[in-house]
DNA sequence: CGAGTTTGAAACCGATCGGTGTCATGAACG
DNA sequence: CGTTCATGACACCGATCGGTTTCAAACTCG
């Protein structure tokens, strides 16, 4: 019925990819990645040039969607604080699940250290996206310095989920009034 | 004339730990630390029971000058607001160095998933330490909410350092606006 | 049916992993 | 001087690393 046996070896190494690489760091090896999906050694090189590309992929693959989860329809007619608040509720929402290990994008760049592995390269452009969404959004909302807004309101997005990841931190309660009080601070509505 | 290859090589073995494993993260391997060390693997495993044992002691030996340098002394006479200023000044200050990642102790627990880990254990330590300085001076200039505030400050802390430790911030004008503007928004002299 | 392509199973490559064994050098100390 | 102990050098262990190769089963399509 689904379509669970039927996807096609590079959709089940990119999905074992993402799920793995998170769950247990992006040293994972590729032994492990084909055998969670199902698939050969053979095949994962015939289909990607190597490790790193196939992890890049797999971030790549799931960017749209997770941007799309995360951010708010394009016009959904919020203001500009609901649409931020929206952006930091879904957030929290995947916080909250026991296996939440920190934004993903962020976690990837820290383990690889060097920002030339494509996969690093793929994570950065998707916390661009988001640093630019909130630059757009608290322009529109009237921010005093729409830059600076922006940058504190990536702060604390990567410091509250990093901190939730590692178990340090229940966002509970949290991460709302300290966006509210950066968006009052800026004057926006 | 310089004590340098004095050192003991348990000593030598806590230093090699504590700056290859920040370079190149928690992976590196034993072979590379004793070469940096200049000391045998055979040394090693005399010295400390494991891999993982010599990573929390390094961890754990720096941790004490790390909190002296990052924190104000205990009767500097400064305000709460001052203290806290002085502790993102330093995490600023360490931030602009081109060989900084991040802070060690926030990327040493997302490097090493398990909080089960006693290179986790003592990392999430510092932090605590961090975050009780952090609510001792709040609740000391009068915030209204020392929890809340304390654990803002913390989001701040790690989301910054760790944006400038990827490489995707400057955090030049970002660090003392932020916390002031939370600080002004709990009553915080 | 037969030819060609895709795929997985698995052996294999050299290198490295964390960790242990042996042995000789060398300083410390009686 | 002789003994003891710390240490480094180095081979070695089984396992795994990323990546390649071989081979046969299974599939596609004429």
């Known amino acids: 019925m689904t379509t669970e046996v039927k996807a096609s070896p590079e959709e089940r190494l990119l ?3 993402a799920q793995l690489s998170y769950r247990e760091g992006v040293g994972v090896g590729v032994q492990a990645l084909c055998q969670a999906a199902g698939v050969s050694k053979r095949s994962l090189y015939q289909l990607f040039d190597s490790k790193d590309e196939l992890l890049a992929a797999s971030l790549e693959r799931g960017a749209p969607a997770y941007t799309a989860w995360l951010l708010p329809a394009a016009d959904d007619g919020g203001s500009p604080r609901e649409r931020i608040l929206h952006v930091f509720d879904r957030m929290e929402t995947e916080a909250v699940a026991p296996e939440f290990q920190g934004c993903r994008y962020l976690t990837v760049q820290i383990e690889l250290k060097s920002p030339e592995h494509p ?6 452009g998707v916390k661009q996206a988001l640093a630019e969404f909130f630059r757009a959004e608290v322009e529109r909302g009237g921010a005093r310095d729409p ?3 922006a940058r504190q309101l990536m702060v604390v997005f ?3 989920s990093a901190r939730a990841g590692v178990g340090a931190e229940d966002l509970t309660g949290l991460v709302s009034p300290t966006v509210g009080a950066l968006l009052d601070a800026e004057g926006v509505q």
């Open 147 to 149: 830059d600076l807004l």
């Open 15 to 17: 999905e074992a990819a």
């Open 158 to 160: 990567d410091g509250a």
């Open 119 to 124: 996969a690093s390269r793929v994570a950065r």
